[in-house]
């Protein structure tokens, strides 16, 4: 850990970082069950309503890519306090929507907002720890980060029962004042900062990329996330339109596949003891597939089935994300905001290809996918195995 950082000396150091990290499932999972309901308010369509989920993604992965290199040249307090006032502002906006190109308006800014505290987080860690340390300061961010899907549709579905979705939107932004309340005490980590112009900063994006190490890794671990993303895209419609469950039963079936995403950073450095990282991220994609395969023939049949399916997919795609982000971020000694902002920009915009992808076809969904899981499985697995000893590839120390 960096000696002259103070802030990870302060009680609740992890859960602010956590709590900033949280803005992507927090702002689509909480209101996962109200999207049937959406449709009818807004007397739209399923695919327009569901351009809300793929298009915050979308935008909230360019935003990434604007955050990330000004937090190298400005600090990343400013750029954090800057993007929740953004953000919290959007969440207003969203909550008084009269129609559905309102809130789609509204996601898009909203989404711009919070991606500043998903690049500040993950630069933080790497402003403050190194090697070993910072694995597991990332096991365990994403295993809170995890608790906001476990909790969200349980609540997102109380909320529905007395009120209506635009309270959910509310909740979103008193959710962003707080943790811009939080962020106000918040003590610099960047402790040098890039001293060309704003542009320049911008253009440290494309010096992060011709790193082949870095590129490399990242075009394997960005596709992962297709997977998880395009299972949050279909979910609601597979439970409750298809399967006829109630937005309460749905929230408990999500619950039990956050809970799955939650274990995963735990049993990683668990095994991570006694197993080589590379052996568990070749096993996380060759599951991802298999899973795949089982959602396809037997997915369809009844909830529980996909649940025990999909389950092991979130938890894979979940623990890989942990050694491919350390691994990412060692082959990067500078640029920690640009190589930040690439990182998350390419898991969220491969993620919201994904949202798009499962609901071509709306009378497949399940078919589509596990056909989505099979595909991201194999590629992955593929094209790790064929780099993953290149010399171009620096390895963390053990």
């Known amino acids: 850990m960096t000696s002259n950082q103070n802030i990870s000396k302060r009680k609740g150091a992890l859960t602010f970082l956590a709590l900033i990290s949280a ?15 959406m449709v009818k308010a807004l007397d739209t ?45 959007a969440s207003v906006f969203c909550a008084f929507s009269q129609n559905v190109e309102q809130l789609i308006a509204g996601r898009i800014v909203q989404a711009l907002g919070g991606s500043a505290g998903t690049v500040v987080a993950t630069a933080i860690v790497k402003d403050l720890y190194n090697g070993r340390e ?23 579905a109380l909320l529905l029962k007395f009120t209506s979705w635009r309270t959910i ?30 542009f320049g900063s911008w253009c440290r994006l494309f ?14 671990f960005s596709l992962a996330p297709v997977a998880l993303m395009a299972f949050l895209a279909s ?39 006694h197993v080589e990282p590379k052996l568990i991220i070749t096993g996380c994609f060759v599951l991802i597939a298999v899973c795949g395969i089982v959602v396809s023939v037997f997915g369809h049949m009844s909830p529980w089935l996909l649940a025990l399916s999909v389950g092991p997919v979130t938890m894979a795609v979940i623990t890989v994300r942990v050694p491919g982000t350390h691994l990412m971020l060692e082959q990067q000694e500078e640029d920690s905001g640009s190589a930040s902002a690439l990182i998350n920009f390419f898991a969220m ?4 290809m994904g949202m798009q992808l499962v609901t071509l076809w709306p009378g497949t969904l399940v078919m589509n996918l596990g056909h989505i899981q099979i595909g991201v499985g194999m590629a992955c697995c593929i094209l790790w195995l064929l780099c993953r000893n290149r010399p171009f590839i620096i390895q963390p120390p053990s």
């Open 207 to 220: 010096v992060v990329l011709k790193n082949l190490g870095f590129s490399s890794l990242l075009l394997i």
């Open 349 to 352: 915009f491969m993620g919201s």
């Open 45 to 89: 369509t399923q695919t327009r309503v569901n351009m809300t989920l793929s298009i915050f993604f979308l935008f909230y992965s360019v935003g990434l890519l604007f955050w990330g290199p000004l937090s190298e040249k400005f600090g990343r307090k400013p750029i954090l306090l800057s993007g929740l006032t953004i953000y919290v502002l």
């Open 169 to 198: 939107f509310l909740l979103l932004a008193a959710i962003g004042a707080t943790a811009l309340l939080r962020s106000m005490t918040f003590r610099e980590t960047l402790s040098g900062r890039f001293t060309g112009s704003v």
């Open 134 to 156: 910072r694995e597991k300061v990332m096991a365990t961010i994403m295993s809170m980060v995890i608790i906001a899907p476990m909790v969200a549709p349980v609540l997102g």
């Open 235 to 273: 979910a609601s419609y597979i439970y409750i339109d298809g399967f006829g469950l109630t937005e309460g039963q749905f929230s408990l079936f999500f619950a039990f596949n956050a809970t799955c995403a939650m274990v995963g950073p735990a049993i990683y450095m668990r095994m991570r003891r």
């Open 23 to 37: 803005f992507p499932p927090l702002s689509t999972v909480l209101y996962l069950p109200a999207l049937p309901q």
